[in-house]
Antibody
Framework: EVQLVESGGGLVQPGGSLRLSCAASGFTFSSYEMNWVRQAPGKGLEWVSYISSSGSTIYYADSVKGRFTISRDNAKNSLYLQMNSLRAEDTAVYYC??????????????WGQGTLVTVSS | DIQMTQSPSSLSASVGDRVTITCRASQGISSWLAWYQQKPEKAPKSLIYAASSLQSGVPSRFSGSGSGTDFTLTISSLQPEDFATYYCQQYNSYPPTFGPGTKVDIK
């Protein structure tokens, strides 16, 4: 069974940093492209960042470019999101989501349960 | 960026009703469209991909159609567990973008 379990969320002050983790199991993690998608309270879904299976290709949404860094450790079956210079508008539930195929753009076939990041003073 | 719109934004329906939700892309996306279901406080769940292909394990009362810019999600006979918010998503070009959602609640 595919499982994605996020952790690392919490309350942080504006300008602060946080590192999210996503532990993957039930599939060959190193063969799949991975993403972070977020959802502000009461709002819709927003794609945040993509990383290829090898980690060699990375994309970011304009809203987080230069502040967030996605990475992965295939030996540990883990995905990460380093978030710096956090703003109030970054407050959201952050989901780890797997792409369905080996393409660099696909649909999200599995999602984690999410971790809440709150940016507030 | 490709903008996705959905209509209606919400609807009220009864168990057994046929429900149709529309999604429109701001430019042609071929059949690179997915549908997701999200229940309160839960992660989204994949329902449909490639506009009309049913994700494994999803009941056959869900179906999708369309290509280009106009797409529909149909629930043939609404069940109690189908009350949720539904999102469409395009994966034709970066960034992948979602519609604003359609909330289906009990009449």
């Amino acid at each position: 069974e595919v499982q994605l379990v996020e952790s690392g969320g919490g309350l942080v002050q504006p300008g602060g940093s946080l590192r999210l983790s996503c532990a993957a199991s039930g599939f060959t993690f190193s063969s799949y492209e991975m993403n972070w998608v977020r959802q502000a309270p009461g709002k819709g879904l927003e794609w945040v960042s993509y990383i290829s299976s090898s980690g060699s290709t990375i994309y970011y949404a304009d809203s987080v470019k230069g502040r967030f860094t996605i990475s992965r450790d295939n030996a540990k079956n883990s995905l990460y999101l380093q978030m710096n210079s956090l703003r109030a508008e970054d407050t959201a539930v952050y989901y780890c989501a797997r792409y369905s195929s080996g393409y660099s753009l696909a649909y999200f076939d599995y999602w984690g349960q999410g971790t809440l990041v709150t940016v507030s003073s | 960026d490709i903008q996705m719109t959905q209509s209606p934004s919400s609807l009220s329906a009864s168990v057994g009703d046929r429900v149709t939700i529309t999604c429109r892309a701001s430019q042609g996306i071929s059949s690179w469209l997915a549908w997701y279901q999200q229940k309160p406080e839960k992660a989204p769940k994949s329902l449909i991909y490639a506009a009309s292909s049913l994700q494994s394990g999803v009941p056959s009362r869900f179906s999708g159609s369309g290509s280009g810019t106009d797409f529909t999600l149909t629930i043939s006979s609404l069940q109690p567990e189908d009350f949720a918010t539904y999102y469409c998503q395009q994966y034709n070009s970066y960034p992948p973008t979602f519609g604003p959602g359609t909330k289906v609640d009990i009449k």
